[in-house]
């Protein structure tokens, strides 16, 4: 599994990943509304987020979507994130899938499989989603903004990394004011995996113990913290 993006498992062809669906992303109502206010608006409110937000929870749905618009794969769960460096989700669609990340290490563990995967945090670019919302890096360091536009209510910010090379291409966030409601991305295979918050709570008292993990007993786990 690329957990980096999230995705439930590695697929022998396509990984999944967030960002808008195409069809909106490229549409020509987005174009029409192009970058006046709106634009503004979308990165005054990725400005604000990361600016004000210190911890926030919701519940998500995610879609995996095929190069040809085709339904793959939906799931739901929950997620909590505590910046700097701290994440939490919850896969709770089989198969069953935890993400967790305590600041310097990144676990996936497989409920199914029972395998986990560790890996030193420090290793995943800061040009990631996960790291976008949840991390301690100014985001114009790493990304290029591609467009913003507003489109359904929401204000939209499309982003690009500013290395090349990587697994995915771009991704897109819409606010509502200063709350992130979903979240895209497409990988270099033009797969697309969507997000839609719920229940977002932001700067809930978080427990600590919400970011640790430790491997269950007789679980295979794989990698290297170090």
């Not at 993006?5 to 195409?22: L, M, N, V």
């Not at 020509?28 to 006046?36: D, H, K, L």
């Not at 995967?117 to 919302?133: G, K, N």
């Not at 997000?195 to 794989?222: C, H, Y």
């Amino acid at each position: 599994m690329d957990s980096e993006k999230f995705s439930r498992r590695p697929r022998p062809e396509t990984i999944s990943r967030f960002a808008i669906c195409g069809a909106l992303a490229l549409s020509s109502a987005a174009q029409a509304q192009g970058e006046g206010a709106a634009s503004n608006a979308g990165v005054a409110a990725l400005d604000a987020f990361l600016a004000d937000v210190e911890t926030l929870s919701a519940e998500f749905r995610q879609d995996v979507w095929t190069a040809e618009n085709e339904l793959i794969e939906t799931s739901t769960g929950t997620m909590s994130l505590k910046r700097p460096n701290q994440f939490y989700w919850h896969f709770e669609t089989a198969p069953e899938m935890i993400v967790v990340a305590d600041g310097s290490v990144l676990w996936t563990y497989d409920v199914e499989l029972a395998q986990v995967a560790q890996s030193p945090l420090a290793d995943i670019t800061a040009a990631t989603p996960a790291m976008l919302l949840s991390g301690d890096t100014a985001w114009r360091d790493q990304f290029d903004i591609t467009r913003a536009y507003r489109l359904e209510g929401r204000d939209w910010i499309e982003l690009a990394p500013k290395s090349k090379g990587g697994d995915y291409q771009s991704v897109l966030i819409g606010f509502n004011g200063d709350l992130p409601e979903q979240l895209e991305l497409v990988d270099g295979l033009e797969q697309v995996t969507r997000v839609v918050f719920s229940d977002i709570r932001v700067n809930p008292t978080l427990d600590a113990g919400v970011f640790t993990f430790a491997p269950p007993p007789g679980a295979d786990v794989i990698g290297s913290a170090d």
